[in-house]
């Protein structure tokens, strides 16, 4: 065994700290942790994960088919690195004998390219679709990478498994327009290559990749700027790079442009950053290099690249502050009424038109011929039609929720903690209009009632003390164009209660410490599992706020009380079969799982079902398998049919209290509610 593998990770001495890349400007890594620190957690995980140095890599080898789909997922990413990256890159890797690795966020390897001395796949891994992660190849650069969202280089014995410690790895993450991490960009090599030059060319590499991205999404129909300190780079991959709509609201940004600037970019006006407006933008000579002052205190050179294809835009008076609709005029008796004109697919990008009957057949199969919504859903959205199972109620609220979707209507859901309000609101999201932009969910009863309002509101910097030094854009403002789900609404204090209102009003944001306000555009989704209207009526929850928020008032019923239960515990397992593999459930044990009260709803149902797969690991899921607590709820008397009266949380939390002695978590387990909701109505 190797001396290292007692006292941890060895000490890489010309890499210990992130220096500046091998092209003389600095690095865009802001990971200020020491190398040797970054490895030793890497190992920490390792240990925590089962691995031993000894342990052979499990790669997780995809299927061929769902290889390819992946690939063809990623297709602009591949492609975009491949023809547009890689072949600057030429002739600087054609004598290092290395390999070039490109994975997803989820560590499969996509694709390599190079010529490698490793051997045959069979004894290196890097081929397509094998996973790089930590928890099946223990440290490595892919893997590594991935955890932090940082460059690394990993030498030979920083690996934490004997088996990798032939070759030294340098990767580096790749993010979208949208700045989430999209995949890893690595370069392998069992030759000792210079350790600067490597890690600082795949840093370079990816950002590379990211500015194509960029350009490739939004050159079309946006104004790009690019700047920088000297003229002569304004062309260099380090360049900052803003897009521009119309009006000059920044819709994407570089990380060399938030690095440069210290400053979070999202959809502030290009005349905030820069001392230059819009229309002097628009004027302003293509590719003809401009002198500017940036946020008040840099010079700094830009260039403005214009859309390839400007969208022709036609005037539409409607979204004037003052306009008013024209009141329909009454239809006379006998006369058939006739159904205005649908604007949408002419007047929003992307929209198709509506039929006009009913889509209805089965309550929520109108998103299987939803042509809105062209992406395919994310992993963790549950489709609409699968929402239900045979419960009518269920059925109903989904076909009114997502209707009103589409409305300047908001939505209040009413439901037990753990009931699966987000669930709802999370695929209503994905499959509106809005899916394309962002869903925020913030759990109001979380935050901490003194940091709320900045949380929601935004703030400048140096408002309050230890406040981020370039300030926050605040919640609500992320969620411009698209979704604001406030989770437990009545626990907002009354404070921030009259500033949300005031927002709602007017549809403006004015961050804390600032006098300027911004417009935003987004869908309202609120969520509570009190009843709001006691709570305006005791002066908690204000009168005016309770009516802006209720536009369509749903009831989400808890599992116990849900007609399609034994169905939905069983979709629920077979969802859960995707990730862990098991044995079908058997109906001795869906009976059981139906007679349960689940005091806990959606979500204890989830973790007894993930406990009860773990123990089985693989075999047959039997009674054995699941948790303690599971059977001592079984024979409650909480079941259907024995439910008390609903009793007011400020009786019923200092009752459960004195029954458990004080214990916050079992209390908060009887009354149904979370920890915060018991240490307040403690006292």
Not at 199 to 204: F, I
Not at 348 to 373: F, I, L, M, Q
Not at 395 to 410: G, L, N, S
């Amino acid at each position: 065994m190797d001396k290292n593998e007692h006292s941890g990770p060895p000490l890489q001495q010309q890499n210990a700290q992130p220096d500046p890349d091998f092209t003389g400007h600095e690095s865009l890594d802001t990971n200020t942790k020491d190398h040797k620190d970054v490895i030793q957690e890497s190992w920490y995980r390792c240990e925590q994960y089962g691995l031993e140095h000894g342990s052979q890599p499990n790669f997780a080898t995809l299927p061929k088919g769902e290889l390819k789909d992946r690939v063809e997922q990623h297709h602009s990413l591949l492609e975009t690195t491949e023809k547009e990256v890689l072949p600057y890159y030429e002739n600087i890797l054609s004598n290092s004998s290395c390999m070039i690795v490109l994975a997803d966020r989820q560590g499969h390897v996509l694709n390599t390219w190079g010529q490698s001395r490793f051997g045959p796949s069979s004894e290196h891994g890097l081929v397509g679709g094998n996973q790089w992660t930590e928890v099946g190849v223990g440290t490595n650069a892919i893997g590594t990478a991935l955890i932090t969202g940082h460059a690394i280089q990993v030498g030979r014995d920083e690996h934490y498994l004997r088996a990798n410690r032939f070759m030294v790895g340098s990767a580096s993450p790749i993010y979208d327009t949208k700045n989430d991490l999209v995949g890893v960009l690595d370069i392998s090599s069992d030759a000792y290559l210079p350790q600067d030059h490597t890690l600082g060319m795949v840093k370079l590499m990816s950002l590379s990749v990211e500015n194509r991205l960029i350009y490739s999404a939004f050159q079309k129909d946006h104004f790009i700027l690019t700047f920088n300190t000297n003229v002569v780079s304004l062309d260099s991959h380090w360049s900052g790079i803003l897009v521009l709509d119309e009006n000059g609201i920044i819709v994407s940004a570089n990380r060399r442009a938030e690095v440069v600037l210290a400053q979070d970019l999202a959809l502030l006006n290009v005349n905030q950053v820069f001392d230059c407006s819009m229309r002097e933008i628009k004027h302003h000579p293509p590719n003809a290099p401009m002198k500017l002052r940036a946020m008040g205190r840099f010079k700094i050179y830009v260039k403005v690249i214009p859309p390839l294809a400007p969208v022709m835009r036609v005037p539409d008076f409607r979204n004037r502050a003052d306009y008013t609709p024209p009141v329909a005029a009454p239809v006379a008796e006998g006369v058939e009424a006739i159904a205005p004109f649908d604007l949408s697919p002419y007047t929003e990008p992307g929209a198709a038109p509506e039929p006009a009957s009913e889509a209805y057949n089965h309550p929520v199969a109108a998103e299987k011929t939803d042509a809105r919504r062209t992406s395919p859903l994310p992993a963790n959205v549950i489709p609409l039609a699968e929402l239900e199972h045979g419960d009518v109620r269920v059925r109903r609220t989904v076909r009114q929720a997502h209707k009103i979707m589409e409305k300047d209507i908001p939505i209040l859901i009413h439901g037990e903690t753990g009931a699966g309000k987000e669930i709802l609101v999370r695929s209503l999201h994905y499959h509106s209009r809005r899916a394309s932009e962002m869903l925020v969910a913030v759990n109001c009863a979380a935050i901490p009632s003194e940091l709320v309002e900045s949380e929601l509101f935004g703030y400048e910097r140096g408002a309050f003390t230890g406040a981020q030094n370039k300030g926050s854009i605040g919640l609500i403002r992320r969620a411009h164009r698209g979704t604001l789900f406030l989770d437990e609404i009545g626990e907002m204090p009354l404070t921030v209660q009259s500033r949300l209102l005031r927002v709602l009003q007017e549809r403006m944001v004015m961050p804390l410490g600032s006098t300027e306000v911004f417009p935003v555009d987004i869908k309202l989704i609120s969520a509570t599992n009190r009843i709001l209207k006691d709570e305006v009526t005791a002066g908690r929850f204000r009168e005016d706020l309770y009516y802006r928020i209720s536009g369509l008032n749903i009831e989400l019923p808890s599992l116990r009380d849900r007609a399609d239960k034994a169905e939905l515990i069983r979709y629920v397992y077979e969802r859960l079969r995707l990730e862990e593999p098991a044995q079908p459930l058997t109906d001795r044990l869906l009976e059981m799982l139906v007679r349960h009260p689940w005091p806990g709803n959606m979500r204890q149902l989830v973790h007894v079902l993930k406990v009860g797969m773990a123990m089985a690991d693989g075999d047959e899921l039997e009674d054995w398998h699941l948790p303690d607590d599971f059977f001592d709820e079984l024979d409650s008397p909480h079941q259907v049919g024995n439910t008390p009266e609903v009793e007011p949380l400020e009786r019923l939390i200092p009752r459960l209290l004195k029954e458990h002695h004080g214990n916050v978590s079992k209390t908060a387990k009887a009354a149904g509610v979370s920890r915060n909701t018991v240490y307040k109505y403690r006292a």
